[in-house]
T-cell receptor, first 113, second 112 residues
Framework: SAVISQKPSRDICQRGTSLTIQCQVDSQVTMMFWYRQQPGQSLTLIATANQGSEATYESGFVIDKFPISRPNLTFSTLTVSNMSPEDSSIYLC??????????FGPGTRLTVL | TQLLEQSPQFLSIQEGENLTVYCNSSSVFSSLQWYRQEPGEGPVLLVTVVTGGEVKKLKRLTFQFGDARKDSSLHITAAQPGDTGLYLCAGRDAYNNNDMRFGAGTRLTVKP
């Protein structure tokens, strides 16, 4: 299994600012992902964080709004840029050890005022 | 449109009752996972099923993968308040780059 930690666990931010969320995995993993989850809702994939290359974004998500870094096999960051209240959500980091198993971090609860 | 349809969306039962949650799709999945998520936490993987017709048991939880690998069910026997949470199914789409897709979830409340 993999243990995933995220920082910060929660934050309250002002409109127009940016927040960078960090994700650390306790072992080297092939795939890392970022999801968004509205309260009480299911998960929406934002992007796949690729090590050594640009992230792969899902439809509706763009690099200018959600820049992602993945400098190595255990760490990734997601930045939520120029935030608006609509960006208030839970952001989840996930890592995959193999094609069938995916683990999640505890999430970052973001509130934009 | 949700690729994976979960039912019911909400379920509230008394402690000791049995329940079944369903996850259905028109797509074929190379594998399917069930997760449980509690408030303020990330989803926790319960089980992965990969073979059509496969049945896996985890204490009071029984998971089944449909023969055609398009559907799955989760059955809980003698539910306990600790089973309360959001249950999510997620499948790897066999014909779409093995992308992981999540259902909308079933929110289960078990009352003592």
């Amino acid at each position: 299994s993999a243990v995933i930690s995220q920082k910060p666990s929660r934050d309250i931010c002002q409109r127009g600012t940016s927040l960078t969320i960090q994700c650390q995995v306790d072992s080297q993993v092939t795939m890392m992902f970022w999801y968004r989850q509205q309260p009480g809702q299911s998960l929406t994939l934002i992007a796949t964080a690729n090590q050594g290359s640009e992230a792969t974004y899902e439809s509706g998500f763009v690099i200018d709004k959600f820049p992602i870094s993945r400098p190595n096999l255990t760490f990734s960051t997601l930045t939520v840029s120029n935030m608006s209240p609509e960006d208030s959500s839970i952001y989840l980091c996930s890592a995959s050890l193999d094609t069938d198993t995916q683990y999640f971090g505890p999430g970052t609860r973001l509130t934009v005022l | 449109t949700q690729l994976l349809e979960q039912s019911p969306q909400f379920l509230s039962i008394q402690e000791g009752e049995n329940l079944t949650v369903y996850c259905n799709s028109s797509s074929v999945f190379s594998s399917l996972q069930w997760y449980r998520q509690e408030p303020g936490e990330g989803p926790v993987l319960l089980v992965t099923v990969v073979t059509g017709g496969e049945v896996k048991k985890l204490k009071r939880l029984t998971f089944q993968f449909g023969d055609a690998r398009k559907d799955s069910s989760l059955h809980i026997t003698a539910a306990q308040p600790g089973d309360t949470g959001l249950y999510l199914c997620a499948g790897r789409d066999a014909y779409n780059n093995n992308d992981m897709r999540f259902g909308a979830g079933t929110r289960l409340t078990v009352k003592p």
